[in-house]
């Protein structure tokens, strides 16, 4: 199937704008937030922002993350675990695909995995699975998956279970990653209740007795409300940016998933990729666009990503 070349871009640079934008509200209960219609790049005057320093419109390991695994899976033509840790390692050690090639802000779960895969244990060894490892980290990165993929559904859940268990083994982060990946797929496939259309496909996919399906029904629960918060936990991310998605156009679904509060930047990017496969990179307002940093970076991907799904 042909992808329209709108929706992939505005995948990526969805994510990245997202991200950008939650980076200096992190850290940040709700209340102590700006308005939500004035959460800009550049925070109001006399707002302290996170990450002082750190100039307005610039995405962290998050959007780098990302970028890494797109790169990887483009250059290889194959989904390479192997490829895909050397590449996240690249990343912390030189600030490849950072803005500026300057690292912050990697999660201390990432961070045991990337040194493993340094001293050369296999990748998809390296992630840990025990009840502290619950984090987001993989899902903020996996959104490339699904946009490059062209395997059927099994596949492709495979494939974002794996690159979940590179730094997070745990079911409930591999169970994300493949829902979040489906929901992405029947976005793209121009479904209009993607999220239902997704949860089918996953029961479809895993038995009842599987660690994944148990994480579904028991924990993600996707087809009951749910009370969204800007925490770290992997689901609380996945359930809370499909819930903002009723928040209205691309800028009020990011600002809505940024006045979550907390892990700002991280909620904001796994919610602005899906707005952006919803509207498109026209969807996205242009000064975020204009003011993005490190867009020589994104370009050249996108193209290929592009290319990638032509006849």
Request: hydrophobic residues 40%; contains cysteine.
């Amino acid at each position: 199937m042909m992808y329209d070349a709108k929706r992939l871009a505005g995948g990526i640079y969805g994510l990245l704008v997202g991200e950008a934008l939650g980076v200096p509200y992190e850290f940040n209960a709700p209340t102590d937030l700006p308005p939500t219609n004035a959460i800009e790049f550049a925070p109001p005057p006399g707002f302290e922002r996170s990450h002082v320093g750190t100039p307005p419109g610039t995405w962290s390991d998050d959007g780098a993350l990302a970028l890494c695994l797109l790169a990887s899976l483009l250059e290889c033509g194959t989904f390479d675990p192997e490829d895909a840790g050397r590449r996240f390692l690249a990343f912390r050690e030189s600030g490849y695909m950072a803005v500026d090639g300057r690292v912050f802000d990697i999660g201390g779960t990432t961070e045991d995995a990337l040194d493993h895969i340094q001293k050369g244990t296999p990748a998809l060894q390296t992630g840990r699975s025990d009840e502290w490892s619950q984090g987001n980290g993989s899902l903020m990165r996996v959104l490339p998956l699904a946009l490059w993929h062209k395997g059927d559904d099994a596949t492709l859940t495979r494939h974002a279970a794996a690159q979940s268990c590179i730094t997070h083994a745990h079911p409930s982060a591999q169970a994300c990653c493949a829902l979040y990946c489906l929901w992405a797929r029947r976005i793209l496939e121009g479904n209009t209740d993607a999220w239902t259309a997704a949860t089918q496909a996953f029961r479809d996919i895993y038995a009842p007795e599987t660690p994944e399906r148990i994480m579904l029904d028991e924990i993600i629960k996707p087809d009951q409300p749910y009370r969204t918060r800007g925490s770290g936990f992997v689901v609380d991310t996945l359930r809370s940016a499909q819930v903002v998605q009723d928040a209205g156009d691309y800028a009020a679904i990011v600002r809505a998933a940024v006045a979550l509060g907390n892990d700002t930047d991280t909620t904001a990017c796994v919610a602005g990729g899906i707005a952006g496969l919803r509207f498109g990179v026209d969807g996205i307002p242009p000064r975020w666009l204009d003011d993005l940093r490190g867009r020589n970076l994104v370009d050249p991907l996108i193209a290929r990503l592009i290319t990638w799904h032509q006849p």
